[in-house]
């Protein structure tokens, strides 16, 4: 149940409407808001730089998987799979064992790294508990624009794994 604050109007002729009952606001931002800050739209910007340079990119993979590792019994539990699948993916790119994915997607999953990696973003990742929401929400967006890549991608790497064993 949502806790109302109530707030008193100043110059109102009506007594009836001197107050009026407001809901506080979430602390989720909708994607729209996310994916069009002025945050995400550097990362998209960086993105194509680190997609030319697999060194650059490798270090961004890395500094990825080690913030995921800290926070997956935290705020990502529910993107924890979408996150090390897009790392997983933009690794085996890089890393020349899984290229059937288009240009386009790769850039957007960089993106999504830059967004989640950088602590200075829509929502700063220092305010406790709130501060991952907006890197989820980047996440799951870039997710759904490129699920059937992605998706493609976890059944080529469940298939490598059977052959492993």
Do not use: C
């Not at 506080?24 to 680190?50: C, I, L, T, W």
């Not at 960089?110 to 829509?122: E, G, K, N, Q, T």
Request: no cysteine.
């Amino acid at each position: 149940m949502a806790t109302k604050k109530v707030a008193k109007t100043s110059k109102s002729k009506n007594p009836t409407a001197r107050w009026r009952t407001t809901r506080p606001k979430s602390p989720a931002p909708k994607p729209e808001e996310a994916v069009k800050s002025p945050e995400f739209q550097q990362a998209k910007s960086k993105a194509e730089e680190y997609a030319q340079n697999p060194e650059k990119a490798k270090k961004l993979f890395d500094e990825a998987m080690k913030k995921a590792k800290g926070k997956r019994k935290g705020q990502l539990d529910e993107v924890w799979m979408y996150l090390t699948g897009l790392i997983h993916m933009a690794r085996a790119y890089f890393n020349r064992q899984y290229t059937d994915v288009p240009w386009t997607s790769i850039v957007l999953a960089i993106a999504a790294l830059i967004y989640f990696v950088s602590p200075l973003d829509f929502i700063p990742d220092i305010l406790p508990v709130i501060g991952l929401t907006d890197d989820a929400v980047v996440i799951a967006f870039v997710v759904a624009q490129i699920k059937a890549d992605l998706e493609n991608f976890l059944e080529w790497e469940f298939s490598q794994q059977d052959k492993e064993s």
